[in-house]
């Protein structure tokens, strides 16, 4: 199953293809849902979050609820949304996100009906906040090191945030979940280290320039031309062979995978994730 995500930069949206987790059961899992606009798709509600074809995950109450999911259906049957809606916090990672995107995400490493996954943020205008730095000085030795497993295994799967920068070092920090590792690999040395040392945002066309991003597109009225690029791509994925689609991911994330797990390792008895 492959996973896309979604976010906006202003006055232009970005989208971009992310490796597959092979397919998990959401099993007997109580259902509920969340009230959110509809808008049109083929003729019909494809985002309607109040339709009676909609599936959703977790058994907490809506107002407890940051990370949730719902499957698409008819011609789009295979495609899922996970929804980000942490309202007040901006979607900032922090114990209950980063525990329900976990929690959801190991649902659906079975699951054989999904195909392919697309990211996408209930919060207005932005996509995701980066770590709770709240909750984070608040935690014991003990809670941070699961808080870092936690957003380590997160971020394996999501990762840069939209306008583009990784700013900790303008905040006293070094850049969370892995940035500095993944930055360089993305776009090299030297333009990483002017990024990270600077703190700079770039916007979308820089994005994309950069390496950062697949493509960035004009903003919609509606304000959701990154998530319909992002679902056009979903829909180009669905019908292709989901083995070779998933080995293919397979072979590309594990390459990168044993250097990330052994800097992570390096970092959590400092405190911190590179």
């Known amino acids: 199953m492959t996973f896309l ?9 970005l989208s971009r293809g992310l490796g597959a987790l092979s397919p998990a059961s959401l099993g007997s899992v109580t259902l509920h849902r969340l009230g959110v606009e509809k808008l049109p798709s083929r003729g019909r509600p494809f985002t309607g979050h109040n339709d009676t074809h909609t599936s959703w995950l977790h058994t907490e109450t809506p107002e407890s609820v940051e990370v949730d999911l719902k499957r698409l259906d008819g011609e789009d049957t295979g495609i899922a949304e996970v929804l980000m809606c942490r309202q007040k916090a901006k979607n900032a990672l922090g114990r209950v996100f980063v525990s329900q995107m976990r929690e959801l995400v190991s649902s659906l490493h079975h699951d054989t009906a999904v195909r392919v996954v697309v990211f996408r943020s209930l919060v207005q205008g932005v996509f ?3 770590a709770d730095l709240k909750e984070r ?12 497993h936690g957003l380590r295994s997160l971020m394996t799967e999501i990762a840069n945030s939209a306008q583009m920068g990784l700013i900790e070092t303008t905040r006293g920090l070094l850049p969370g979940a892995g940035g500095s590792q ?3 690999r993305a776009v090299g040395f030297a333009l990483a280290k002017e990024l990270i040392f600077t703190g700079r ?6 994005a994309v320039d950069m390496g950062l991003v697949n493509r960035a597109t ?11 690029e992002a679902l056009s791509l979903a829909r180009e994925i669905l019908p292709q062979a989901p ?15 044993v250097w990330l797990l052994y800097t992570f390792l390096r970092a959590r008895p400092q405190g911190n994730f590179l």
């Open 5 to 13: 995500r979604r976010f906006a930069i202003r006055h232009c949206s």
């Open 182 to 184: 993944r930055l360089p």
């Open 201 to 206: 945002r770039v916007d979308g066309q820089r």
């Open 137 to 148: 000085a608040e935690m014991n030795h003990s809670d941070s090191d699961l808080f870092v």
């Open 218 to 228: 004009e903003q919609n009225s509606d304000g959701d031309a990154a998530y319909r």
């Open 243 to 257: 083995i070779a689609v998933r080995m293919a991911k397979e072979a590309m994330n594990r390459g990168m995978e």
């Open 128 to 130: 995701c906040a980066g």
